[in-house]
């Protein structure tokens, strides 16, 4: 009887250091409350926003919120609270006492990243913000401790730069702060900062370079056009013919295959185009143009342009013979990303078997010319394809052995098995 009390208070202690561990949140409160709390204590509010699809969003509440150091920083500088943005059928009472306000923050703090993390000051204000996840704790907690000091704060960095500082001190400072929410304006700043320069091929400057050069009249273009070699060794090969690609369909592609066609950015450097698209698009006109400005790369470009182009029209099987075509020429391990990405396009929005088939064809190229510890990222697409293509024991043969391999660090091949599984329910 005595061991079966000790027993149970033990295990009752574990279960109270288990709670006791990892950032606090205090997500019984509702906004509202929690403003209220912050500025009577005149503490700071840290909020996670993270989704239920998110990745990095897991591997940040798993590894690293509940590290000593980190759980150390925020529980004694912040009010803390970690909101789902995204709706599910599983949700609990607390997420869905949420909703309301959780809509509120996205539309009022232009949440449309994951995860993204917001700090604001005890009067309830936004004053920094950060996109992305972090490799490791101390990373974590020193991007941080810059919400907690008004002379590094996002919002008045902004207030500087926009007063006219326009020191190389200061410019590189904000690019840095620019680039840990994934803030647009970073790429205006870079374009800003450059022309300080004296030396444009330092790894900096071109890591800058290729993060902020989208225009031919950009002060990194040059560089990205006549040292492509150095630019390859510092951002990966393939980078600088992946920056001139986007600028020459942006200027000479994009008004030519739709009316009035503008690029929009998003936070992170997604970006959609606007515009109607020309149901009689003058493709040999295009190639001219493009063999004009750019004669050594014209034909990839006009390869991926059509690619491109029935993808915006939802023409699948277009799609299908543009891709094929891309892939009797440039279907190489080096093309791999952006196989797999037509690939994906497949997957998620066609149901032509035909299509699907031909994707599976295309995934499966590359996974023939990957080394065996490159394919994972790949082979996810193709398991993916064999499931709409009704061949379930073959995807779920894959997602066990990534379970297998990979054990812990197999999350996206827990997430195919959990597919297949509703698949078969269904």
Not at 44 to 51: A, G, L, P, S
Request: net charge neutral; glycine share 6%.
């Amino acid at each position: 009887m005595k061991l079966l009390l000790t027993t149970l208070l033990f295990c009752a202690y574990l279960g109270i250091k288990a709670q006791d561990t990892g950032i606090k949140f205090q997500n019984s409160l509702n906004w509202a409350q929690l403003k209220e709390k912050a500025q009577k204590e005149n503490r700071y509010i840290f909020v996670d926003c993270y989704t239920t699809w998110c990745g990095p969003c897991k591997v940040m509440a798993k590894e690293i919120f509940p590290l000593p150091e980190v759980a150390d920083f925020f529980n004694e500088n912040f009010i803390s609270v970690a909101l789902q943005f995204d709706k599910t059928k599983k949700d609990d009472a607390d997420t869905k006492r949420w909703y309301r306000d959780v809509e509120s923050i996205e539309k009022k703090y232009q949440v449309n990243a994951y995860p993204t993390y917001l700090f604001f000051n005890p009067q309830g204000m936004l004053v920094h913000t950060i996109i992305g996840g972090s490799p490791d704790g101390k990373t974590f907690v020193t991007k941080a401790k810059q919400a907690l000091d008004p002379k590094t704060q996002l919002t008045n960095l902004k207030k500087q730069y926009a007063a006219g500082d326009r020191s190389q001190e200061f410019l590189l400072f904000f690019i840095n702060a620019l680039g840990m929410s994934w803030d647009d304006q970073v790429t205006e700043v870079i374009n800003v900062y450059l022309p300080t320069q004296k030396n444009l091929l330092t790894k900096e400057n071109l890591e800058f370079i290729a993060r902020a050069t989208q225009k031919s009249t950009d002060p990194g273009f040059k560089i990205v056009k006549d040292h492509a070699k150095e630019l390859d060794a510092v951002t990966g090969i393939g980078r600088s013919k992946g920056i001139i690609t986007d600028v020459a369909f942006d200027e000479i592609v994009l008004p030519m295959i739709r009316i009035n066609g503008a690029k929009v950015t998003r936070a992170g450097g997604m970006y959609y185009y606007t515009g109607d698209l020309n149901k009689n698009v003058n493709w040999e006109e295009v190639k001219l143009k493009l063999q004009a400005q750019y004669p050594q790369l014209a034909n990839e470009i006009l390869a991926t342009s059509k690619v491109r182009y029935a993808r915006d029209l939802n023409n699948w099987p277009k799609f299908t013979e543009a891709v094929d075509a891309f892939m009797a020429a440039y279907g190489d391990a080096q093309h791999a990303d952006q196989i797999n990405a037509y690939a994906n396009d497949i997957f998620l929005f066609s149901d032509d078997k035909k299509c699907i088939e031909k994707a599976r064809g295309w995934s499966k190229q590359i996974l023939d010319l990957l080394p065996a510890d490159e394919r994972d990222g790949y082979i996810i697409t193709y398991a993916n394809l064999l499931i709409k293509l009704g061949k379930k024991d073959e995807a779920l043969a894959i997602a066990d052995e990534g379970i297998n391999r990979l054990g812990d660090k197999a999350d996206e091949f827990k997430d195919l098995r959990d597919r297949i599984n509703k698949v078969e329910k269904n």
